[in-house]
């Protein structure tokens, strides 16, 4: 068991982990950064990112009016407009910083100007993209200038298990510090099995979402809240939990996939309809603005279409659209398409609401600190206020690079008054022995993903999310028994963090008896008159 020690700590190598390190590295260059990542460096949700960053660009017909005025109406009454308005005019500033640093965006055909794409939500063409693998060229352009800076290091493959907090301590250091505080984190050497002590002046959690504790999503399976699970166990605030997004069109495959292949919200900005399998459009029934309405209604009306007709999916209809430049804007989702067989200039695609992303999370203030002293959140880890009960789309990774900056700014001035804390005890296994036990852990695994599914989904209701609560229990319950008598595996703490992230996301979802932005449920259709968190 190693002992390693840390000026700042970052749990995370995606947009906003790596983003922070690199304005770190450059204002402290004496102090070291350290990433732990339980993959590989390349690995996290920007990287399946395909729409873009959604930014005030084109001056001459766009706004920072509009856009705040789009994220205020996808948020659907629970945005916190202070934030907004920070995200969406800090948000170019950020964006120029990237393509400093080297990110190509798309640019018309023979013209200096950027593409701007307009997705669903949004009443102006915005959208900065890379062709269909936006997050793809970000992440290649965060890692290429990370690598410029010799006092930033990547652990790869390390497991963050726990936040150290004074609840590692003895009483009197309770009594004696104001609030909880965060000294580091205990992680799991996946290449050794060791569990290690990672200690540090300030931690910054930038961990991801909680995709995979539904059956279908288009979240890569690291995506297992893991930030939100350990936070919540170390008495931090979380909040929101209940609107997790479904993204309306993932690619329909009957024989399963995970994570699910997702159709870009940009194929409907493109012009793409969603129609039913004899090609009658049906949005109309649903909302004025058709095929682009926000996330949150078309996925509610796919899944209402579906239902009334006994169907598995809906479909999106491409066939009117310019072949050569849908190829050039989609080329991974042509190619995908065509891999299983579908052509988009022939035949319909077919699509169904997938879980996307997750809303609520890490209660942080306008700087990224959480409600635990040292420790900070960006990402969709986080709830920083923006996203409110929907996420318009394209705002997170805007979202992520501007709050990566402003904890960057945050800690400027602190850092020199957190010393180390002494007296860390190392990780303790007492009692605990490593039978082979994947098969509990797998299926454990799949009953919760069936749960989420079944009974806190799109749709919810008084009795599914009783029902929920109820099996949750006994699935928490058992998973303990197994984590007190069994040796720490990457899988049996990917299952207790998604079991948290679950009951969160229940519990948040029973609290609420409404029915506003990604909760709705038949036993309150309505909105209430007052805005509510749900505080966690």
């Given amino acids: 068991m190693a002992r390693i020690k840390t000026d700042i700590l970052v749990l995370g190598s995606g947009i906003a982990g790596l983003t922070f390190s690199i304005k770190a590295a450059r204002q402290y260059p004496d102090k070291n950064i350290l990433i732990l990542t339980k993959t590989v460096e390349g690995e996290s949700n920007t990287r399946y990112a395909q729409g873009g960053v959604a930014a005030v660009w084109d001056e001459a017909h766009d706004t920072f009016e509009k856009h705040i005025a789009d994220t ?26 990237i393509i400093g640093w080297g990110a190509r965006f798309d640019k018309e055909k023979d013209s200096p100007e950027y593409d701007l794409a307009r997705e669903g939500g949004h009443s102006e063409h915005r959208i900065l993209h890379y062709k269909d693998l936006t997050g793809w060229e970000i992440q290649r352009t965060l890692m290429e200038e990370a690598d410029k800076y010799p006092n930033i290091k990547v652990l790869e493959h390390y497991f963050a298990l726990d936040l150290i907090t004074q609840h590692h301590l003895g009483r009197m250091v309770i009594r ?21 002590t990672l200690l540090s002046r300030v931690t910054i959690l930038c961990t991801g979402g909680g995709g995979q504790v539904y059956k279908s999503t288009t979240n890569p399976v690291i995506a297992t809240g893991d930030g939100v699970a350990m936070t919540y166990r170390a008495k931090g605030r979380v909040e929101n939990m209940e609107f997790m997004q479904f993204h309306p069109t993932s690619l329909y495959n009957p024989a399963g996939e995970n994570p699910s292949f997702l159709v870009s919200e940009a194929v409907r900005g493109f012009g793409a309809i969603l129609k039913t399998a004899e090609g009658e459009e049906f949005m109309q029934h649903y909302d004025p603005r058709l095929s682009l309405a926000p996330r949150d209604i078309v996925a509610r009306a796919i899944d209402s279409e579906m239902k009334k007709r006994g169907t598995e999916c809906m479909y999106l209809d491409c066939r009117h659209l310019d072949k050569e430049g849908f190829v050039a804007h989609f080329p991974t989702i042509y190619d995908k398409c065509l891999s299983v067989g579908i052509d988009p200039m022939k035949d319909m695609i077919p699509v169904v609401p997938a879980c ?52 960057h700014r945050d800690i400027q001035g602190k850092m020199e008054h957190w010393d180390f804390q002494e007296g860390i005890p190392d990780w303790n296994a007492e009692g605990t022995t490593s039978p082979n036990e994947m098969v ?28 929920a609560l109820d099996r949750l229990y006994l699935l928490y319950q058992e998973t303990e028994d197994l984590y007190k008598t069994t040796a720490v595996s990457p899988q049996l ?17 029973s609290h609420r008896r409404e029915s506003r932005g990604l909760h ?17």
């Fill in 356 to 407: 996307h992303y997750m809303c609520g999370g890490i209660k942080v203030d306008a700087f990224g600190s959480s409600s635990i002293h040292r420790l900070y959140a960006a990402g969709e880890c986080s709830s920083t206020g923006l996203h409110g009960a929907n996420r318009l789309a394209s705002n997170s990774l805007l979202e992520a690079m501007v709050f990566a900056d402003r904890i």
């Fill in 72 to 97: 205020l109406d996808a948020g659907d009454g629970l945005c916190n407009e202070d934030i907004v308005r920070i995200v969406v005019e800090e948000g170019p500033e950020r964006v120029r910083e």
């Fill in 440 to 467: 509990l852990i797998t299926q454990s695994m799949k009953e919760l993903k069936d749960i989420m599914s079944y009974y806190v989904g799109i749709v919810r209701s008084n009795i599914r999310l009783k029902r």
């Fill in 493 to 509: 703490m990917e299952l207790r963090n998604l079991i948290t992230i679950a009951y969160l996301i229940t519990r948040a979802a």
């Fill in 176 to 196: 004696v510090t104001p609030g909880i505080e965060c000294y580091g984190c205990y992680a799991l050497n996946k290449e050794n099995g060791e569990i290690d």
């Fill in 520 to 536: 709705f449920t038949t036993d309150y259709p309505d909105k209430l008159p007052f805005v509510e968190y749900s505080v966690l």
